[in-house]
């Protein structure tokens, strides 16, 4: 049972466009997002996160927005930078336990 | 800051062998730390949490007497794979959060390691 789900596995995004990466959950009761940026054989990187009494929160080119009413959130990345390519996992916690989705790849085309 | 190191960064060892892997956090004191595993093309999936000086919580069908996990201070903990089997080659993630309030660190952010990838022949 996926309570965090990534629906996208991969996506291929101009570099200097928008990137969104999409991801859904089901357990109403997760009270915190967060965004991971991965590359190979690395552990996660935190990128930025959202509370959920927030619909939005914004770092530099990074924008997370929520939106309980449909178990949605989305992570905007704009411009996007060749760097940007990766894997990058959602993931919705309650407590200390974080539950990941399985991740979108992110390939920034020249 | 929030750097979380881990070592070795990969490891190959024989069937029935143990493999003791140690996650530390460089410049932070983590209250807590998590153990987590990723087979390919699949998410992180947690193990066990443990805090420091306690007995760690398993996730639901992790064997603990399999995996170890030793959290004696608050920068340093281990998991060791004993009698390590094929089917326990994998990519293992250890996070640290710093849960102790007047932290620089946001108490509510796991920070990574760089994962150690164990593969047993």
């Known amino acids: 049972d996926q309570q965090v789900k990534q629906n996208s596995p991969s996506l291929s995004v101009q570099e200097g466009r928008i990137s969104i990466l999409n991801c859904d959950y089901t357990?109403?009761?997760?009270?915190?997002f967060l965004w991971y940026k991965k590359y190979p054989a690395e552990g996660p990187t935190f990128l930025i996160s959202?509370?959920?009494?927030?619909d939005k929160n914004e770092d530099g080119r990074f924008t997370v927005f929520l939106n309980k009413s449909a178990k949605h959130l989305s992570l905007h990345i704009v411009p996007s930078q060749p760097g940007d390519s990766a894997v990058y996992f959602c993931?919705?916690?309650?407590?200390?336990?974080?539950?990941f989705g399985k991740g979108t790849r992110l390939h920034i085309l020249p | 800051g929030a750097v979380v190191s881990q070592h070795p960064s990969w490891v190959i060892c024989k069937s029935g062998t143990s493999v003791k892997i140690e996650c530390r956090s460089l410049d932070f004191q983590a209250t807590t730390m998590f153990w987590y595993r990723q087979f390919p093309k699949q998410s992180l999936m947690l193990m066990a949490t443990s805090n420091e000086g306690s007995k760690a919580t398993y996730e639901q069908g992790v064997e603990k007497d399999k995996f170890l996990i030793n959290h004696a201070s608050l920068t340093l903990s281990t998991l060791t794979v004993t009698s390590a089997h094929p089917e326990d080659s994998s990519f293992y993630i250890c996070?640290?959060?710093?849960?102790?309030?007047?932290?620089?660190?946001?108490?509510?952010?796991?920070?990574f390691g760089p994962g150690t990838r164990l593969t047993v022949l």
């Open positions: 996070s640290a959060r710093d849960g102790s309030s007047g932290g620089a660190l946001r108490t509510d952010t796991q920070y």
């Open positions: 959202i509370s959920s009494i927030k």
């Open positions: 357990n109403s009761m997760f009270d915190y």
């Open positions: 993931a919705a916690s309650r407590g200390d336990k974080i539950i």
